[in-house]
């Protein structure tokens, strides 16, 4: 997986039960475009990720 700053990372839910999760990346802080990511999500909280085999990521327009 490789981002860049301004993309958005996808986290698909893996049941029923969780819901899809988007968020922006801030930072990008692994080689060449990989993890780990400082995102921001949706309710504004920022957080070091390091995006599992049910994310992707989505480039900036």
């Given at each position: 997986m490789r981002a860049n700053v301004g993309d958005r990372l996808v986290v698909e839910g893996r049941t029923d039960t969780m819901h899809r999760r988007e968020a922006e990346v801030l930072e990008v802080r692994g080689q060449d475009g990989g993890p780990p990511y400082l995102v921001r999500w949706e309710?504004?909280?920022?957080a070091l990720t390091f995006p599992g085999a049910d994310a992707h990521v989505v480039p900036a327009s």
């Open positions: 309710d504004g909280h920022e």
